[in-house]
Each structure stands twice: as structure tokens, then as C-alpha cells.
């Protein structure tokens, strides 16, 4: 009984805002639900980072040091001197050779992971957990085992101690940019903590390929391997590898943990945008005024970044929402 | 998931004579596991060996298995590993059960209720998604410092709350949540919130886990906010006492190796246990092909 009365008084409420589709509402006020169940967080949104931004905005054209209400309007000074540090564009130089380095690395080796467990017939889970597993770690403690156990330059370190069965030479990973060794550390920390995890997205791409496409392909005369690869899972991979590709750009950009932690933060090389930010902001002057143009100059960057690689490769093409 | 393995990649591989590519397959998957597992057996041997074991030229494959090194660990006068052991895990727990309720309640919004605007709403949390969170901190520290919430719990925890991300994930899985559920909820006479309770929540479990085991992840794996926040050393979480022992020259290494095996056995096992629901949270998180 009090189901029917219900329906019947809840429908005739909204009758403005949608009387074609009056059957699929639950009971009760549209509007005055969709804010009681997003209000909490639009509020925290609002608080936590739309403040922030905006609070960051403005101090970047005060001098703001050691304070955080600024008097001073400097105007561009800010931005001149953040874009004139030879530390704050030799970062963006660094980040620049990272994500040359980690996103094709990452990519293909997530892939290879990928194709080599989906062409397993048994224990696939086993190897898929083990190849997945390194994402539990933190940067931090993969940072330690590789500044302190891998590559520590000198002999007792695993990559020394292996190469010196060879009869090579002790060789400064970290300790000196000329050559730049400390690259490897830093690229393969990385492949090892996040390839399991987009591993898993090309699986589940994989996956998804139709069967049929193989065995078209098949009979129209693709040899399997190579052929097959380049002409149907590649192409069929494209939305995932957009994802993919635009995902460990963003994570490239935002480096800092394993930095901080591998590389001296005394040294002059081999500094992320980040801890150049980091540094500035809150090192020895507390500059908030320049940290914060330096923000703003790295968010534009970013988004740049990401609106062109959405315009070439068409991101969200094949994966929209709805 | 396991058992869908395509018919058509077997049947090639048999017509191909299969032993022998299978035996190489297996070859080189085992070789990648190997590598990839190399770095957990450093991390055990080396905390559970002395430190001219670590340091010595002379490399054992084993270590002596100094269980002691646990307890000097944690009576360490110079860390205090227990108490940002202690932190992280306050922080990690109520940062999953903080963002879960707050970000699903607000995707589900966003999927699911008939608002005109909802889409604008959309947009504009979207909007957050490019500007990356580890750009705003320096912003975030003004204003978290600005509260006086710095080196308290409320500063670490709060402002990781509202993750745009996480909300983006729980819309995007909403949006496949069979309406058919939901109409069972109608005819039941339930409104928004009842259904929500009583219907979806209780049926996308898998999900909220999958979601639940990456939001702790990040947040005890977390670093440069807890540093930034974390000044006092009796705030530190564990990935900032790690990160000190790093620098700090009176630490030895059995005891930075411990430490870091400690710090990551939490979550190895987390990990292992959970393992089923966090590949298919993340293969349904809408980043899919």
C-alpha cells in the first residue's frame, strides 16, 4: 500500500524537470540529493584545492617570505627569477630527460610483461602476482634498496660485485653526472615499482581483443607473432596506450621521492622540478612568492602537455565514459 | 579471469609445435620474475645480516639470520620506528575509510542522480584532475600551516581526502552499475540515500576493496606531503623515518635494511591477500580498452 502512494505523490514533484522519464527516479527530491551526496566533497574540494590554488596564484606576484599574508606586489619578478634559475630550468631540462627515458621504457616493458602472462597456461596468476607485487612498495624503500644495495659504487654493491666477476671496474653510480650513470638507477627504480601496474592494464585490454579478429587474420594469411602484433592487438591497444602513455607523463612530471632520496639534494644535477619547488618554498629562505610562480609555471606546463598529447593522440577516443 | 584465456593464441601455439616455444616462454618469464623479485631478497637478507655481511666484498647468498636486529630496531634511541609505524597506519586507515565514504558518495552523485547540473559539477572536479596534487602542495602547505595543523594528524590526513581521482574512479564505475538493481530499489520505495545504503553499496563490495587496498597503498607509501607536514620527528610517518635513515650516519645498516623490510611486509601481505579484487579494480577503473 504504501509503496503504490508513495510512487504516485513522488512522481508529480519533479514533473518539470523530466516528465519523460518519471518511471526510473527513486523517491525523493533529485536535487537536494545529488548535493547531499556530492556537498561533502565539493566543499573539501573547494577548501583543500581550489583555495590553494588560488591563494597560490595570488602570492606569486608578492614577495612573500617567511609569510604567507604578503604586503609587497612584485608583479612578473617572481616568474623572471624562477625562469631565469638556472636550477629551476635545468629541472625542467631533468624532467625532460626522464620522461624521454621512463615512459617508452615503462611502456613497452608493461606491454612485454603483459603479452608474455596472457601467453601463459598456467600459473599465470603466480607470475602475474610477482610482476604486479614491486607496486606495493614504496619509492622510498626501493629508493634505499637501490642507492644502498644495487648501485652503492662501490664493491660490495650487487651491480659492482656482478660486474666485477667480469673483471670491470668499480664504477660512481651516484656520486658524479659525468657520465651520467646516476640515470640508470633512477629509470630502473621506476620501471621496477610501476611496470606491474600498467601491466595489468594491457592485460585486461588484451583480454578484451575479440577472438575473431585473430582468426581473421589468420586466414587472411597474417603469420602469427610480428604480423599479428603490428596489425590487430597494437591497433586494438591504441585507447589503453594512450591511457597508459598520458598517465606515466603525469607520474613522470611529479617525480620526487625516489629523487630526494637517490640523489644528493646538495647536488647540482639531476634535480626534479619538484625539488627545485621544494627547495625554494620551503628550504632556508621559506620563498612562498617564487615557489609558488614556479607552481604556477609547471601546472601550465602540465596541462599544456596533456591538452597536446590529447589532441594527437586522440585521448578518450575509444574509452568514453559514455 | 584466469580460465578466459583466448582459444585462438592456444590453438597457434600448438599448431606451431608448441613444446618448445612454451619452454621458451616459460624461460623468459621466469627470468623477468627472478629480476623482479631480486630486490625482496636483498631487502631480507640484508636486514637480517650484520653489517660487515652487508658491506663485506665477500657476497653470501644467505645471511645469518639476526633476529635481534628486529628488537635493536625498535629500541633505536635515535628513531622512533614504532611511533611512525604507528602514524602511518593512523593515517593510512583514515585516509581509506575518509576517502572511500566521501568520493563514492559524491561519484555516485555524479553518475546516477538526475541533476541538471551534474555534468558542470562533473566538469569542474574533472578540472582538478590536471592541475596534479603534487604541483599544489606548495599552496597546500600554505594553507594547512596557515590552520596551524602542522605536524598534527588532521594536517596529514584531511587535505587527502577529497582525492578528485578516486571520485573520477567511482563515477566511472557507477555509471556501469546495472540499473536494474536500482529499479528493484524504486519499486521497494526507497529514496536516493536508502537505495545507496541498501542497494549499491552492498552490491559493488569488490570495488569499494579494490579501491579500499589502493587508497591505503598510497596513503602509507605517501612521502612528500608527510615530509613536508611531518616536521616534528614524533609525526613522522614511516616513509619519512626511512627516508631519514638515509641521511642519518649513526643508523647502521642492518637496521635502515629492517627498517625497510618492515615497512613493506604490511603491505606485501595486504597485497597478496587482496590481490584478486585489486586487479579487477583496476582493470574496471574505465582506464580500459
Known amino acids: 500500500m504504501s509503496t503504490t502512494t508513495t510512487r504516485g505523490v513522488a512522481q508529480p514533484a519533479p514533473a518539470k524537470a523530466a516528465p519523460a522519464r518519471p518511471r526510473r527516479r527513486l523517491r525523493g527530491n533529485p536535487t537536494f540529493n545529488f548535493w547531499l551526496f556530492t556537498g561533502p566533497f565539493l566543499v573539501g574540494l573547494a577548501i583543500f584545492v581550489f583555495v590553494p ?22 608583479g612578473l619578478d617572481n616568474y623572471k627569477s624562477m625562469l631565469t634559475n638556472p636550477n629551476f630550468t635545468g629541472s625542467l631540462v631533468t624532467f625532460t630527460v626522464f620522461a624521454a627515458l ?127 602484433f603490428r596489425y590487430i592487438t597494437l591497433p586494438q591497444l591504441r585507447a589503453t596506450s594512450t591511457a597508459v602513455i598520458l598517465l606515466l607523463l603525469v607520474a613522470a612530471y611529479q617525480a620526487f621521492d625516489e629523487f630526494f632520496n637517490i640523489i644528493s639534494t646538495k647536488a647540482t644535477w639531476g634535480q626534479t622540478p619538484l625539488m627545485i619547488l621544494y627547495k625554494t618554498a620551503l628550504g632556508e629562505n621559506q620563498d612562498y612568492g617564487a615557489g609558488s610562480a614556479g607552481a604556477v609555471i609547471l601546472t601550465v606546463l602540465i596541462c599544456s602537455v596533456t591538452l597536446l598529447q590529447g589532441k594527437f593522440m586522440g585521448f578518450g577516443r575509444g574509452e568514453d565514459s559514455k | ?127 582538478t584532475l590536471m592541475v596534479p596534487t603534487a604541483v599544489t602542495f606548495v599552496p597546500s602547505f600554505v ?29 566511472q564505475y557507477f555509471l556501469g552499475f546495472p540499473k536494474e538493481l536500482e529499479e528493484a530499489a524504486r519499486v521497494d520505495g526507497l529514496g536516493y540515500w536508502g537505495a545507496y545504503w541498501r542497494i549499491v553499496v552492498p552490491n559493488s563490495l569488490n570495488f569499494f576493496a579494490a579501491m579500499a587496498t589502493i587508497t591505503f597503498i598510497s596513503g602509507w607509501n605517501a612521502f612528500l606531503w608527510p615530509l613536508v607536514i611531518g616536521q616534528d620527528p614524533s609525526s613522522w610517518t614511516v616513509q619519512v623515518a626511512l627516508s631519514s635513515f638515509m641521511t642519518n650516519q649513526t643508523v647502521n645498516f642492518h637496521l635502515i635494511f629492517m627498517a625497510t623490510a618492515i615497512s613493506i611486509l604490511p603491505l606485501v601481505f595486504v597485497f597478496l591477500f587482496l590481490q584478486r579484487w585489486l586487479v579487477q579494480g583496476i582493470a574496471q577503473t574505465g582506464i580500459k580498452g
Open chain 1, 53 to 74: 590554488i588560488v591563494w597560490s596564484i595570488w602570492l606569486s606576484f608578492f614577495d612573500a617570505r617567511f609569510t604567507v599574508t604578503p604586503s609587497k606586489f612584485v
Open chain 2, 1 to 127: 579471469m584466469t580460465t578466459t584465456a583466448p582459444q585462438v593464441g592456444r590453438d597457434s601455439r600448438k599448431k606451431r609445435g608448441g613444446v618448445l616455444g612454451n619452454t621458451g616462454l616459460y624461460i623468459a618469464v621466469s627470468v623477468a620474475a627472478l629480476l623482479f623479485l631480486l630486490p625482496f631478497y636483498l631487502i631480507l637478507r640484508n636486514s637480517l645480516s650484520t653489517d660487515p655481511e652487508i658491506t663485506g666484498e665477500n657476497w653470501k647468498l644467505l645471511p645469518s639470520f639476526q633476529w635481534g636486529n628486529i628488537s635493536e630496531l625498535f629500541n633505536d634511541p635515535t628513531v622512533d620506528f614504532a611511533k611512525s609505524m604507528w602514524n602511518s597506519t593512523v593515517i593510512a586507515v583514515s585516509m581509506t575509510v575518509g576517502t572511500l565514504l566521501i568520493c563514492s558518495l559524491a561519484g555516485y552523485g555524479l553518475a546516477r542522480i538526475p541533476y541538471k547540473h551534474a555534468n558542470k559539477v562533473f566538469y569542474v572536479v574533472l578540472a
Open chain 2, 143 to 171: 594553507l594547512v600551516s596557515s590552520l596551524g595543523w602542522i605536524d598534527t594528524y588532521r594536517g596529514l590526513i584531511i587535505p587527502g581526502l577529497f582525492s578528485g581521482f578516486t571520485c573520477f574512479l567511482f563515477r
Open chain 1, 102 to 228: 621512463i615512459v617508452p621504457l615503462t611502456w613497452a616493458l608493461s606491454l612485454a610483461l603483459a603479452m608474455l602472462v596472457h601467453r601463459l597456461r598456467f600459473m599465470r596468476a603466480f607470475f602475474r602476482s610477482v610482476f604486479f607485487l614491486p607496486t606495493a612498495v614504496s619509492y622510498v624503500a626501493a629508493a634505499l634498496i637501490w642507492k644502498m644495495s644495487i648501485f652503492t659504487g662501490v664493491r660490495f654493491g650487487l651491480m659492482n660485485t656482478v660486474l666485477g666477476w667480469f673483471g670491470v671496474e668499480n664504477i660512481a653510480y651516484l656520486s658524479d653526472p659525468n657520465p651520467p650513470w646516476y640515470w640508470l638507477v633512477i629509470v630502473t627504480v621506476r620501471l621496477w615499482l610501476q611496470a606491474g601496474f600498467y601491466m595489468i592494464l594491457f592485460l585486461a585490454a588484451l583480454q578484451n581483443i575479440p577472438a575473431e579478429l585473430y582468426e581473421a587474420a589468420a586466414i587472411d594469411g597474417a603469420k602469427p607473432g610480428w604480423q599479428t
